[in-house]
Structure formats: structure tokens, C-alpha cells
């Protein structure tokens, strides 16, 4: 078993950072500031002025850091691919009596998890949505359809029951306020809609050796400016960290069924660690990914 003193060691030099929410996040971190409607320019996403009377620079609004087109909103393919043959077996291939189901992909960030999706889903269409204009400019090139929408203010613009799934990928642990997110996306699921949700673990096998030697755990972060007390160096939101046990409890808490709980291995694992990583996914609770798999009830 690796020790302690050796995780720490290795992912001081070598582990990357998790990808950045896929951007629909931003609308519910944006502070105070209200979202702007779906229809309004492209030049709404901008901070708003500095206030004359303020002495001080304004710090950005966690809005403007998502905007920012240096933010990863990339996920791991292992992750994407994993989370997609899930939702292909619950809901099947579609053929005679069989139709198209809606697949929502929310908080798409610049498509490229959801592009890897429509392949592995085969037929099923795939709905981008994204409350930033650059993400959805990004993205549109590689998915069918793209809609500008949020899970805050007027809500996504779908109709309550319209879709049959929900991608819901590395998007919770960015929000300020995931219990009415997922309500969100409750409403627009139909009766037995399936929602596929995933997040970084807390519980990761490498968090519990790292904690143990008083290391910040993965993922984690204490400051918008800078990582500081652990490996990793880039910024990208992280506000919320769930274990397996938490996320299965508050999902369940929000009224779907969970039907599975899986692990994905995390792209920024050092090298020599990785297949000790994907035996981890074994066991979902020390997976670096976790991938939950619910229906409404």
C-alpha cells in the first residue's frame, strides 16, 4: 500500500487539477448579481463597473471566472466515456417503438464531454446548455443543438417532464446552491427520467493518504487566487466536495432513486500511480470520480 508521505511526494510533482465546472455553473455562483435573461447580448456576461465611490478594486464575481476562456471546461475522456455507457444501457438503443430520447447536457461547457456522449448514446439527441455565451460558442461546432440557459432565475427553458435524461457532469461542486439545482433538473426530467451526476471524490484513495499526512486534499480549494496546502497549482472553482455516502444521500434527498454508484479514474493521477487508480473504481467510494446514476420518483 502506498504510504502517506509517498501520495504526497508524487502528487506535489505530477497531479493536474480537475476540470473546471462545465460553465453553467457560473449562474449560480454569480453572487448578488441577477443572471441575465436567455435573450440579452452576448455582452451581458461582462462584470459590471467598478463603483466610483469604491477606493479598492472590485474582486470578480466568481461569473467573470467562469467566463474566462483560460478556465478548463474540458472533462476526462475515461470519465465521459464511462458516465455515457451508463446512460446508454438505461435507455437502449432506438429503433421500432423505440424513439429518440432527449438528453439534456447541462452546464455543457465547450461540448467536447458532450460530443463523446452523442457517439456512445448513438441516435439520442443531445442538448447542449450552457449559461456562458463563450462555452456555447465553443461547443456548438461539435454538438446538434446549443441553448443559452441556467438553473437559477426563470430556470432552464425546457418544459417541466420534456427530457428523459440529464448530464449532469463536474457542474454540483461548483454551485452555491445545489439543492435547488437539482430540483431544477427534476423538473424538466420526465416520470422515471434517468439523471447521470458526477463530481471528484473526497474520499478519493489519495485524499485519505494525503489527509493523513495533513495534506489539503484534491480538489480542494480555499482560495479563488491560488491553491495553497496542496499539489496543483490551477484554479477552478471547486466550492462543494461530496464522498460516495454524501453523494448518494443528498441525491436520493432530492427526490430520485439512485440506481447505481460507479468510479472513474481522474486524468491528473501521475502516471506510475494510474492503474492503482483504476482499480480504485472498483470500489466507488475510493474512486477519484464518482459517477451517480438516479431516476425521479
Request: hydrophobic share 45%; aromatic share 4%.
Amino acid at each position: 500500500m502506498t504510504t502517506s508521505a509517498n501520495v504526497a511526494a508524487a502528487t506535489d510533482s505530477a497531479v493536474a487539477e480537475p476540470e473546471a465546472a462545465d460553465s453553467e455553473a457560473a449562474s449560480q455562483v454569480a453572487g448578488p448579481e441577477a443572471a441575465p435573461d436567455v435573450a440579452e447580448s452576448e455582452e451581458a456576461g461582462k462584470s459590471p463597473a467598478t463603483e466610483a465611490t469604491s477606493p479598492a478594486p472590485r474582486a470578480p464575481w466568481l461569473r467573470d471566472f467562469y467566463e474566462n476562456p483560460t478556465v478548463p471546461v474540458a472533462s476526462g475522456e475515461a470519465r465521459t466515456l464511462r458516465q455515457a455507457r451508463m446512460l446508454a444501457d438505461a435507455l437502449g438503443s432506438v429503433g421500432p417503438g423505440r424513439p429518440a430520447a432527449t438528453v439534456l447536457d447541462v452546464g455543457c461547457g465547450d461540448g467536447s464531454a458532450g460530443a463523446i456522449a452523442a457517439r456512445v448514446l448513438g441516435g439520442h439527441r443531445v442538448v447542449g446548455i450552457d449559461w456562458s455565451q463563450d462555452a456555447l460558442r465553443r461547443a456548438a461546432p461539435r454538438l446538434s443543438q446549443v441553448v443559452r440557459g441556467e438553473l437559477t432565475g426563470c430556470g432552464l427553458p425546457f418544459a417541466s417532464g420534456s427530457a428523459d435524461a440529464v448530464l449532469f457532469s463536474e457542474v454540483v461542486e461548483h454551485l452555491v446552491d445545489p439543492d435547488s439545482a437539482l430540483d431544477e433538473l427534476r423538473r424538466v426530467l420526465r416520470p422515471g427520467g434517468h439523471l447521470m451526476l458526477s463530481t471528484p471524490n473526497l474520499g478519493a484513495w489519495y485524499n485519505r493518504a494525503l489527509l493523513l499526512a495533513g495534506v489539503q486534499p484534491v480538489f480542494s480549494e480555499v482560495s479563488l487566487r491560488r491553491i495553497h496546502g496542496r499539489p496543483g497549482s490551477e484554479v477552478v472553482g471547486h466550492l462543494r466536495l461530496y464522498t460516495a455516502r454524501a453523494l448518494r444521500a443528498f441525491v436520493a434527498a432530492s427526490g430520485f432513486e439512485v440506481v447505481k454508484l460507479a468510479g472513474a479514474p481522474f486524468h491528473g493521477v501521475p502516471r506510475p500511480l494510474r492503474p492503482l487508480d483504476r482499480l480504485a473504481c472498483g470500489a466507488p467510494s475510493l474512486a477519484s470520480i464518482l459517477l451517480v446514476h438516479a431516476r425521479k420518483v
